[in-house]
């Protein structure tokens, strides 16, 4: 049987083509799905680790793990991915990036006694894209895995948007924009909590939430994000 995509030629997230050749759920043509492939194999500047195993300048308490570095000014097919992500849906969804993040996550070894826990996106990130991507993620890992999403976080509203702020104000920001949902949080105790967002910048939002994690009796946290920004100053 041929693939229904053969009929209904669809756009690749990467070079912007129409061509019939996406895979169900896939997002890339055939050539930009080996640039994705190849980027993930990318070696860190810092420590000449490939990224999956990159853990420059992370906190220390938490395993952590990507599918790639993000440099805005440097264009590539992840690049546009995650710009996607933050900006407007996935044309089909996060369907491709959360299978992802589920064969990254069976990797480790961190789906025993596990809960996926996603970083709640701003209010206003959520509109610019439409739905919560981070959430999303969590959901389509949780069909990968069989893991459940425990929503045990909530975003709390600030008068300055975390974007606007130098990287010393944001450290500071992100112990405040973040608290347990109180009906939620106990989903996590005894549990490895997996913390679930888009990029990780300066790991500062990770840190918080997954110390709230810690603090509700989560028996450890790991962290887990599509891409991750090379500099401190990156602004996103
Ligand atoms: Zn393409
Ligand atoms: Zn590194």
């Known amino acids: 049987m041929r693939p229904l995509s053969l009929f209904y030629p669809t756009r690749c997230v990467g070079c912007g083509e129409k061509t019939a050749e996406i895979a169900p759920g896939g997002l890339f043509c055939p050539v930009c799905l080996e640039k994705w492939r190849a980027q993930k194999k990318e070696i860190c500047p810092e420590c000449g680790k490939r990224q999956s195993e990159c853990r420059c300048r992370f906190d220390p308490r938490f395993p952590y793990a990507h599918l790639i570095g993000y440099d805005p000014a440097v264009p590539g097919v992840g690049t546009t991915l995650l710009f996607r992500m933050k900006n407007k849906p996935l044309p089909r969804g996060t369907v491709f990036p959360a299978n992802e993040l589920a064969k990254l996550l069976l990797a480790r070894?961190?789906?025993?006694?596990?809960?996926?826990?996603?970083?709640?996106?701003?209010?206003?990130?959520?509109?610019?894209?439409?739905?919560?991507?981070?959430?999303?993620?969590?959901?389509?890992?949780?069909?990968?895995?069989?893991?459940?999403?425990?929503?045990?976080?909530k975003r709390v509203k600030l008068g300055k948007e975390q974007k606007y702020l130098s990287l010393k104000e944001r450290r500071e920001n992100a112990a405040a924009l973040y608290r347990p949902d109180p009906k939620k949080i106990a989903g996590v105790e005894g549990k490895r909590a997996i913390l679930v967002d888009d990029i990780v910048t300066t790991g500062s939002s990770a840190a918080v939430c997954g110390e709230i994690l810690l603090a509700a009796g989560a028996k450890s946290v790991a962290v887990l994000s599509v891409g991750r920004t090379g500099k401190e100053t990156e602004k996103i």
């Open 109 to 153: 070894g961190w789906e025993e006694d596990a809960v996926l826990v996603f970083v709640p996106r701003a209010p206003y990130r959520r509109r610019q894209a439409g739905v919560d991507q981070a959430k999303e993620l969590c959901e389509g890992i949780a069909r990968e895995t069989g893991l459940e999403v425990v929503p045990a976080l």
